[in-house]
């Protein structure tokens, strides 16, 4: 079993402590209906197992201190509230030092936006960038310099550590561990019923392509993942971004490990599996809705990616009820 642990402390968003719990619900829910054992166990710790108060004002009892427990797989960090950031909040060392050995010993670690300041406090990333909120990119900087700071990322990924720019990129980063760990079709099942948003709005689940540091690309990928349905070539691709052709592919490639027009078809492909499952669109709508005009072209390409027809995906839907 997994186990997943979340470190909450005074002054931190609840949302963000029970938006991951909530996640871990549905997963479970889901599990029960596919009759899969259940894989992931949840707790919330304090740093010493007392009660903490939230950015709200309200109490949040853990299920232990921190000190109390031994190994996780995925430790997540919410946000603290960004006035407390604004008046020079820092994590408490021995918090750190706990985190330190959670990270030499294995453990992932997911940071909610202004909760990047514990991963920038521990020096985990000097090296790479950091996704967080926009509105304290700035203030995040200045208290850890030796940082870099991106907003415009829903997450980042590298070396087993997650940050994210907003509370949507966190689902999608856990919808991408997920995928890593229990499929892709559980995941985007499971990305269908979070009720975040409509699915021709999630962001796709791609493990690893974005595990690099050219912010260039990155924004790159952003504008594809949002351009996605319209006609995306090479040249529109190099404009957007003011690099030449040549070089926008060599770099593309050398940060994703994919050319960009095979990280489009995975962007639409990933698109179409969300409707398949959510909606009641025909295959034809969905194409269509992806990119598509040649649903013949669709259903072929659909199957290269998958392994299955559309249809074949669809089978995999089910009703989740509470």
């Not at 938006?19 to 894989?39: K, N, P």
């Not at 797989?73 to 706990?98: K, N, Q, S, Y």
Request: glycine share 6%; net charge positive; aromatic share 10%.
């Amino acid at each position: 079993m997994k186990r997943v642990a979340i470190l909450s402390y005074d002054g931190c968003w609840a949302m963000g402590v029970f938006s991951v719990t909530d996640f871990f619900r549905i997963v479970a829910l889901l599990e029960q209906h596919l009759g899969l054992t259940q894989r992931y166990a949840v707790d919330v710790l304090s740093a010493d197992g007392a009660a903490v108060y939230a950015a709200s004002g309200h109490k949040i009892q853990p299920d232990a201190a921190i000190t109390d427990t031994g190994h996780y797989d995925l430790l997540v960090i919410p946000p603290i509230e960004g006035v407390r950031l604004a008046a020079g909040f820092t994590p408490e060392p021995h918090v750190l030092t706990w985190l330190a050995a959670r990270r030499e010993a294995g453990t992932h670690l997911l940071a909610m936006t202004t909760g990047v300041c514990f991963l920038a406090a521990a020096g985990f990333a000097q090296h790479q960038l950091l996704a967080t909120h926009w509105a304290y990119a700035r203030q995040l900087k200045k208290c850890y310099p030796a940082s870099q700071f991106v907003t415009q990322q829903p997450f980042l990924q590298s070396g087993g550590i997650w940050s994210t720019g907003t509370l949507n990129g966190s689902f999608d980063a856990l919808l991408e561990i997920l995928a890593q760990e229990r499929g892709d079709q559980f995941s985007q099942l499971c990305a269908t019923h979070l009720l975040v948003s409509g699915p021709e709005r999630l962001n796709p689940i791609l493990p690893g392509h974005r595990n690099h540091c050219d912010e260039l690309m990155l924004r790159l990928q952003g504008w594809i993942e949002l351009h996605h349905a319209k006609t995306l070539t090479i040249e529109r691709m190099a404009r957007e971004v003011g690099l030449a052709e040549r070089t926008l592919k060599r770099r593309f490639q050398q940060a994703t490990q994919l050319s960009p027009n095979l990280y489009t078809q995975k962007v639409r492909i990933d698109k179409a599996k969300k409707l398949l499952l959510a909606t009641d669109l025909s295959v034809k709508a969905i194409a269509y809705e992806v990119g598509y005009e040649n649903v013949s072209f669709f259903v072929r390409l659909f199957k290269t990616h998958t392994e299955q027809t559309p249809a074949q995906w669809r089978t995999c839907k089910v009703a989740i009820t509470s």
